[in-house]
């Protein structure tokens, strides 16, 4: 079975950086999305970055909101998803979750079924 697990997140000031990992594993096809979602309190859950992996290579979107700031990469060999965050804002603020899905789509947070514990990251002054 698919598990992802999430670390990096903490406390930061505006202006700081972050880079969070998702460790994931019990992968059974390189068909896949491995996606960032992020939830604060009262707020819908919002797709921050998603890389596809696909059979022909890895193909990376950030969402238009967070991409001058945030980035989103891999170490495959570490089978590891990385989120580097910087320039961060209070509006940042959330609960950050790793999230899996077997196929082709890489789509909204409700067609994921793999999830990670979810990791805080909190930006205040």
């Known amino acids: 079975q698919v598990q992802l697990a999430e670390s990096g997140g903490g406390s930061v000031q505006p202006g700081g950086s972050l880079r969070l990992a998702c460790v994931a594993s019990?992968?059974?096809?390189?068909?896949?999305?491995v996606a960032w979602f992020r939830q604060a309190p009262g707020n819908e859950r919002e797709g921050v970055a998603y890389a596809y992996f696909g059979s022909g290579g890895v193909s990376t979107y950030v969402a238009d909101s967070v991409r001058a700031r945030f980035t989103i990469s891999q170490d495959n060999a570490k089978n590891t998803l990385y989120l580097q965050m910087n320039s961060l804002k209070p509006e940042d603020t959330a609960v950050y979750y790793c999230a899996a899905v077997i196929g082709w789509i890489c789509g909204a947070w409700t067609e994921y079924n793999y999830w990670g514990q979810g990791t805080q990251v909190t930006v205040s002054s």
């Open positions: 019990g992968f059974s096809t390189n068909n896949k999305c």
